[in-house]
């Protein structure tokens, strides 16, 4: 019997286009219950001693903090173990990005990090943790995209790069919240310009607890920034809605001075972001919120690196202090030992993408990508990004919001969502309506 060849490349192209990776089997999925955390951690400390044990995270509240007020600092008791610098970089370079070593390298007389003790603050509401187990279970990616899960981490027992990318889109950070932020340019000769200051509403249907993974239409974080300065930004407004089918996202900006609405053509991957003038890419936001089909995705495996976290620390300070030459403030950024999965993104045969290359380093405990690295073109090492949490015992114990680069390169940086100066810290929110996430919505409220 003859098969005609268009039927049999058919056949051959449904069976490689659209893979379904199978989730865990039930035994496997039991270990976030023994072994694991319930978010899928190692619930055990390190032989050395210097990763303790998982015990369920910080939820005590931080004294003196008020509700929806400024946050302090729940360990300003803290001394740190050690520094590491220029002169001593090579003691440490096993537990250190790429980045973070250029940057010794780049600014040897400045750059500094502070190591303190390490705190597993991580943690999440047990509805959450009941969903990730039934995620861990049910869940797969179909092509590049998640199905079979909601309201939990999508896979907690990661058996591919592409999984580990996804958790670190879809970990919690809470439901519905806002918070007020300032945003700032560090040009190559070190001087630092305010590019934005901002109103952000942000929600996750994704995790709303009285939601479904059937009923869930795939719109699993949107956000609404308002600009009030500078002059030059203020009246400007911008509205996303980012999906689990990456084609369906869509972002609008309104434009003051226009005073119309306009849908962002290519609201994704290394397009310039108008929130950040420009200056960061819509896949560096959060160290990557970018489309992950335009790569392919190899699992490096975990390791033990030092990388930012638990930043309450960085939030006791002004702002006019938190940027010195061409960096971050190495007295106000609080570094510690965690074990991280290591992802390495390579171009996909017919994408294009500035940097074709990119490695990330995820927290095994909150799934936030907390360090990457980007090469250009060229094969030069060329950005390295890093992302904060901080401890809101209200929220969950480690939660993400500062962000930035620095351009190893050009000199130059940037520094997004910083809360310091504001009167309050990121407060959740009643569920804001969806209709301030829509084009709609941003032409009513432009119009006022």
Not at 95 to 104: E, N, Q, R, T, W
Not at 105 to 113: E, F
Request: hydrophobic residues 35%.
């Amino acid at each position: 019997m003859l098969i005609s060849r268009n039927l049999l490349s058919a056949a051959v192209l449904s069976c490689t286009v659209l893979p379904a990776l199978a989730a865990v089997s039930a035994d496997e999925a039991a270990k976030l219950q023994t072994t694991l955390t319930p978010m899928g951690g190692e619930k055990a400390g390190n032989k050395a001693g210097t990763i303790p044990a998982w015990t369920g995270g910080h939820k005590t509240a931080i004294p003196g903090d008020k509700a929806g007020g400024r946050r302090g600092d729940p360990f300003k008791d803290d001394k740190p173990l050690y520094s590491v610098t220029a002169k001593n970089l090579d003691q440490h370079a096993d537990k250190l990005s790429d980045g973070v070593k250029a940057m010794f390298k780049k600014y040897p007389n400045s750059y500094r990090i502070d190591v303190y003790p390490t705190r597993r603050t991580a943690w999440a509401p047990d509805w959450v943790y009941a969903n990730t187990a039934k995620n861990a279970v049910k869940g797969k990616l179909v092509g590049s995209s998640p199905e079979g899960v909601y309201g939990g981490i999508p896979f907690p027992i990661p058996k591919n790069g592409e999984e580990v990318m996804w958790n670190h889109k879809l970990n919690w950070r809470g439901s519905s919240w806002e918070v007020d932020v300032n945003q700032y340019q560090i040009t190559g000769e070190g001087k630092v310009v305010l590019t934005n200051d901002a109103k952000l509403r942000q929600r996750m249907p994704y995790y709303f607890e009285d939601g479904s993974a059937d009923a869930f239409d795939g719109y699993f974080w949107e956000i609404n920034l308002q600009s009030k300065g500078p002059p030059l930004r203020a009246g400007e407004s911008v509205v996303g809605r980012q999906n689990l089918d990456e084609d369906k996202s869509a972002s609008y900006v309104y434009l003051a001075g226009q005073r119309r609405v306009r849908k962002l053509p290519n609201a994704c991957c290394d397009t310039p972001t108008a929130n950040t003038a420009g200056l960061m890419t819509f896949d560096e936001l959060s160290v990557f919120s970018g489309k992950t089909t335009l790569f392919n995705w190899k699992l490096l495996g975990k390791k033990e690196m030092l990388v930012p976290y638990n930043q309450n620390r960085f939030l006791q300070a002004k702002e006019s202090d938190i940027i010195k030459a061409n960096h971050l403030n190495p007295d106000h950024v609080r570094w510690e030992l965690h074990r991280v999965w290591v992802v390495e993104a390579s171009l996909a045969p017919g994408e294009r993408h500035q940097a074709p290359k990119s490695v990330y380093y995820v927290d095994e405990d909150s799934w936030q990508a907390l360090l990457g690295d980007r090469w250009d073109a060229n094969g030069q090492l060329w950005k390295t990004l890093w992302g904060f949490n901080y401890v809101m015992p209200d929220i969950g114990g480690a939660v993400q919001q500062t962000f930035g680069y620095y351009d190893l390169l050009s000199g130059t940086g940037y520094v997004a969502n910083v809360m310091n100066d504001k009167p309050y810290h990121q407060r959740a929110s009643e569920r804001w309506p969806t209709v301030i996430f829509t084009a709609n919505g941003l032409t009513s409220q432009g119009g006022r």
